[in-house]
């Protein structure tokens, strides 16, 4: 079994959707997938803030049915963990959006397995997911690659965490969740969960950059993030271009590898 947990809401849906048929599409092995999912409603704070739908979760749960009839979606509302924990903290104003914030309750949410992959809703595998989930974390809290700009700009370890393979023993027993959770209570932190979660660590795995390739595609890449990048030309600029923005990652990144993935994505939604 491979557990892979996403947040959010019904404002990255479509990455949800891709991100699986990436990890399905990609991956050899039969072996099923569960997927975790974090939603909330937050509309005091804005009306955008809504959770998923019936009819996305039923239409996610179709596709990964499609590829393994053992697969399948445990959706979770932690609506009120999030309003218990982080309710008029200094961070709800997170650099993204408050979503950010609820993988952070990973370890207050009954049922969550012992080995967990977090992903952000913008990555694709090139992959197969194994060359990423088995790895061994025993004895760490999490593992993950380095930021792009962060390891020039901060420091040469600082990870970026769109990418994290979660050993929940490990991390219920430092009690990593409870410790970046207080900090966001206190302290307003640029980078919000990602700052809270780098100074609570105690031990992580270091992993090779092409488990996080945030501004290259390389052959060996295994999982693309399709994080905000600055573009040199025609002048300095930067882009927040998405996978499910399918002309741009043609026209703007030339990239024609997952096409296979977002023509199925296009056709699954009706947006071809």
Known sequence: MVNVLFCGNSGVFDGFLTCALSLMMRTESKEPFTFYIFTMELARLSEKYTGLTAGEIALFEKTIKRYNPENTVSVTDVSDLYEQEFAYCPNEGAYCSPYTLIRLL???VDGMPDKLLYLDADVLFQRDVHLLYDIDVSGYEYAAARDHYGKYLIQPRYINAGVLLFNMVEM????????AREILRKKKLVFADQSA??????????????FN???????HTVVRHFSKRLFWLPYPHTENIKQWQVD??????RYHQF?????EYMKITGKN
Do not use: N, W, Y
Not at 259 to 263: G, K, T
């Open 248 to 253: 741009k990652v043609h026209k703007t990144f």
């Open 197 to 210: 979660l780098i100074r609570s660590t105690t031990k992580r795995k270091m992993l090779p950059q092409r």
């Open 213 to 219: 390739d945030q501004k290259f595609l390389h052959k």
């Open 172 to 179: 219920r027993r430092t009690g990593i969740f409870k410790k």
């Open 106 to 108: 990973a370890d207050l």
């Open 259 to 263: 096409d296979d993935i977002l023509e």
